[in-house]
């Protein structure tokens, strides 16, 4: 429960002790929150690329121009099992940067569980422009993405470079066999590190085919951030972004409402609960002395 004006932030102070501070609930605040969550979620965005070739294609110019294959049924299948077909008008999740009014198509594919959500920007399934002969549109999104997975129908085998780019980091691709089975090539630059779990040389069922592509995609993609020295990951951020918004909203009035609040709450006193410092000319210095065990907020 908790008061109707007043917002309470629980940060981690040490192993043994936590800080409790207190923000009043005004417009300021929520549209700060608001951003928060928009620009900030709490779980990891991944944007993928997802490139089809057709047998006998070898440069990006015919690849991207490629369009909804649906006689391809093997990679409609490999699409359902990489995620969900989602409406881009709809959709309440992460976009990766596709446009939700559709000039970048109507649908894409979607993943998402507790921890993480991806975007594949699927080539077949952005509009093909005849006039644009490089397809930028379409090369925008997957020319920019560090990962790429790649099904492929040529007999020949897929060369990393082919969709010029100095992102396209890491490459899964698929080439169909016989009896539902694919083989796996995974390409990656020197200063990648090691993913999985699927390795070069593999070969897989239908079956997991989708899923074990999609989290290889996704550690490669994980991977690669990880040789950002300031990378904090997305709890990591939105602790401190959150330290950020109570240091700017904390107040005199909010700390004595807090103080009230938790006597009420926990049935203490005031002079063991919340307290507030002196004021130092007209700027308020507000101390977040009050602490509970962790045990007892659990």
């Not at 608001?34 to 991944?46: S, T």
């Not at 996704?218 to 109570?246: C, E, H, V």
């Not at 938790?262 to 002196?278: I, P, W």
């Not at 007209?282 to 009050?290: A, E, H, L």
Request: charged fraction near 25%; aromatic fraction near 8%; glycine fraction near 8%.
């Amino acid at each position: 429960a908790m008061l109707s004006h007043l917002y309470l932030g629980v940060l981690c102070r040490d192993e043994e002790r936590r800080r409790i501070s207190a923000i009043s609930d005004d417009e300021k605040v929520r549209r700060s929150i608001k951003l928060l969550d928009k620009n900030h979620p709490p779980r990891e965005c991944h944007k993928i690329g997802v490139i089809y070739v057709v047998e006998g294609q070898d440069n990006q110019r015919q690849i991207l121009r490629n369009y909804k294959p649906m006689e391809d049924t093997r990679y409609q299948t490999f699409l359902n099992g990489l995620g969900t077909e989602v409406e881009m008008a709809t959709h309440p999740g992460f976009v990766g940067g596709l446009d939700k009014r559709g000039t970048t198509g109507k649908t894409s594919i979607y993943a998402a569980d507790a921890l993480y959500e991806i975007m594949f920007h699927v080539v077949t399934l952005m509009p093909t422009k005849n006039s644009d002969m490089q397809q930028i549109g379409k090369k925008r999104h997957v020319g920019n993405d560090h990962v790429q997975i790649v099904y492929c129908n040529d007999m020949k085998e897929y060369r990393p470079g082919t969709i010029t780019s100095q992102f396209n980091d890491a490459h899964v691709v698929v080439y169909p066999l016989r009896n539902k089975l694919y083989r796996i090539q995974v390409h990656k630059k020197d200063f990648m590190p090691p993913f999985g779990p699927l390795q070069d040389g593999m070969v897989v069922g239908e079956g997991l085919l989708g899923v074990l592509v999609r989290e290889t995609a996704l550690n490669a993609s994980r991977a690669r951030r990880s040789l950002n020295a300031t990378y904090m990951g997305p709890l990591g951020t939105r602790r401190k972004l959150i330290r950020d918004i109570i240091g700017r909203y904390s107040n005199r009035l909010t700390q004595d409402d807090a103080a009230k609040y938790l006597t009420h709450l926990f049935g203490h006193s005031a002079e063991g609960g919340a307290r507030v410092s002196k004021s130092r000319g007209n700027t308020r210095i507000v101390s977040t002395d009050f602490s509970v065990s962790r045990t007892s907020l659990n």
